[in-house]
């Protein structure tokens, strides 16, 4: 096949000279890990958001461990969540020596089948891990009424939900404004916001975030920037096992520069999905995602089901040929080599619908510097595709 001049990533951060100034600024100020313009993006976040409290750490990853591990996750304990996720939902639970708890997804979208939850709560349930996938949010307001229910925290996997809302009491509120107990962001590039790597907890419990701020740096009594501006001399401790889980000042100086940008970002990536929907949802044998009324997805990923008479990788291969890239749906944790064996893992539900999900769904291209005319493109071609695949495909539009 011919190829294609018009190439189409499925994602690519917003990054220009304006990261480029603020981190030379950090640069040549000689204080480059977790010092003031780390301080400066924490409280930003929290601004952001709407949260009393928002700690900076080295990824998301490590901010779920931590977050896991304040609410008492120890060995033994299980932890509810989702299979459908990225493998670090479920690996930050095994971190903590705790089996992950598989339940489903819903029936319509890609998140956690509230109506599973509650079935799945042993005497060991220690939180309940929710993820809002590819940046929808889930719904929050169920899984929090249950947990309540069962005194068991809520911690939000919200890796890809910076710039998210929900509708909270009549009100729209950014996911990150504590709705659970604690909530876990990131930057890596392949999210909507980027520090190259990072991660961010928000939360409203102010002794949450003084155990964040303390194990993220190996636990140490007295943190550099307290050590730095003293007159007098200081001894740190070490009083309990910590961690380097810190995030450097040129990671934070991008992240601010960043943050101003998401609001633009959420917009824009909000008008390229609708473009999406109107144009795919009348196709036969296309299931365009649904936002449910209380939801406002920041779109981190467009992610569109296939009907069983579309191949999902002649697809892919065939928009590749194009020039369009793609990505499967979202993997399934369960079916990896590392979670095989009962000390692994337990599904509490039958997985199907996640497992369906893997194997009929597709990620459309979505960044907030494609054009219109690029969307159209990219659904053009996939029509095209799907024509061959299915002639009558195409009578439905
Ligand atoms: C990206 C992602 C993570 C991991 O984030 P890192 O910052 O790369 O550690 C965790 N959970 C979900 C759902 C993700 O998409």
């Known amino acids: 096949m011919r190829h294609a001049s018009h190439q189409l990533p499925v994602a690519k951060p917003v990054l220009d000279e304006r990261e480029v100034e603020a981190v030379r600024r950090v640069v040549l100020s000689g204080w480059v890990t977790q010092g003031p313009e780390v301080a400066a993006f924490e409280s930003e976040f929290a601004d952001f958001v709407g949260a009393p409290h928002a700690c900076a750490v080295s990824n998301c990853t490590n901010a779920l461990h931590l977050a896991l591990k304040c609410v008492g996750v120890g060995a033994g304990d299980e932890v509810i969540t989702v299979s459908h996720s990225f493998i670090a939902t479920a690996n930050a639970i095994r971190y903590c020596d705790a089996l992950p ?218 928009l590749l040929d194009c020039g369009i890239s793609s990505r499967r749906g979202v993997m399934n944790i369960h079916l990896e080599k590392a979670y095989v064996g009962s000390e692994t893992h337990r599904a509490a539900t039958s997985l199907t619908r996640s497992v369906v999900a893997q194997q009929t769904s597709v990620i459309l291209p979505l960044f907030a510097q494609m054009s219109n005319a690029d969307v159209a493109l990219a659904v053009d071609t996939l029509l095209s595709i799907i024509a061959v695949a299915s002639p009558t495909a195409l009578q439905a539009l």
């Not at 599973?116 to 889930?138: D, F």
């Not at 009100?171 to 990131?186: L, M, T, V």
């Not at 824009?268 to 406002?296: C, F, K, M, N």
């Open 101 to 318: 708890v598989f339940v489903d997804i819903e029936t319509s979208g890609y998140n956690m089948d509230p109506d599973l939850v509650e079935a799945a709560i042993t005497p060991r349930t220690k939180a309940i891990l929710c993820v809002h996938q590819l940046g929808m949010p889930c719904d929050l307001r169920r899984v929090v009424e249950i947990a309540k229910r069962h005194a068991i925290p809520v911690i939000e996997d919200a890796a890809c939900a910076a710039g998210s809302e929900i509708l909270w009491q009549g009100q729209w509120e950014r996911i990150g404004k504590p709705h659970g107990d604690i909530a876990c962001f990131s930057f890596h590039p392949r999210k909507v916001v980027t520090t190259g790597d990072g991660g961010m907890l928000t939360t409203a419990n102010v002794e949450h975030d003084r155990k964040f701020r303390l194990w993220r740096q190996h636990s140490m009594s007295v943190p550099d920037t307290v050590r730095h501006g003293a007159r007098q001399v200081i001894y740190e401790g070490y009083a309990e096992l910590g961690y380097n889980y810190r995030m450097t000042d040129l990671q934070a100086a991008i992240g601010r520069e960043q943050l101003k940008r998401l609001g633009a970002l959420v917009s824009r990536r909000r008008e390229l999905a609708e473009q999406y929907t109107e144009r795919l949802s009348p196709v036969a044998g296309l299931q365009t995602p649904g936002e449910p009324a209380w939801a406002r997805s920041n779109w981190q990923s467009y992610c569109v089901g296939l009907s069983e008479w579309i191949d999902q990788r002649e697809t892919m291969q065939a």
